[in-house]
């Protein structure tokens, strides 16, 4: 199994357990860097055997509806506590998804770094990882999308 398909596996089914939605995804396939990002955007480091970034990037709205679910809570705006909740989930979905890498058999040793939170228009973000694998999680007309970029490869 491929890192990408241990990372999605992992991120459907935790990100379903916290928002009570299993999403669909679509895969759009490799990008080259830079990568156009979405202008809310989580990057997560990932150090070890297997080194890169999990990108996370929403629109707006979405990381309101993500963070109301969070917070149980009507979020109006992104503030602290609505940036902070949406962190999490990312930290949640990368940290289950380095489990799960780990508890494959592929490798032995994997950490992360906290997460990178960028905002702005129209953004692009480099990686030195290649390939980077851009898919579209769809929770459904209540949440949105979230565009995942998996930019992971194992140390030589």
Do not use: W
């Not at 679910?69 to 992104?78: G, T, Y």
């Not at 980077?132 to 979230?146: N, P, Y």
């Amino acid at each position: 199994m491929s890192y990408k398909d241990i990372v999605l596996k992992a991120i459907i089914n935790s990100s379903e357990k916290m928002l009570k939605v299993r999403p669909t995804y679509n895969e759009i396939g490799d990008e080259k860097s830079p990568i156009r990002v979405e202008d809310f955007t989580i990057i997560m480091g990932i150090a070890g055997k297997v080194s890169g970034q999990l990108i996370f990037g929403f629109k707006e709205e979405v990381v309101k509806k993500i963070a109301e679910i969070m917070i149980e809570q009507n979020v109006e705006s992104l503030d602290e506590l609505a940036v902070s909740a949406v962190a999490e989930f990312t930290n949640v979905l990368s940290g289950n998804s380095t489990i799960d890498i780990v508890e494959s058999g592929i490798n032995k040793k994997i950490g992360m770094s906290p997460p990178s939170i960028v905002q702005g228009k129209n953004m692009r973000i480099s990686t030195k990882v290649l390939p980077i694998e851009k898919i579209v999680l769809d929770f459904g007309s209540t949440i949105g999308e979230v565009v995942l970029h998996i930019a992971l490869k194992e140390k030589e």
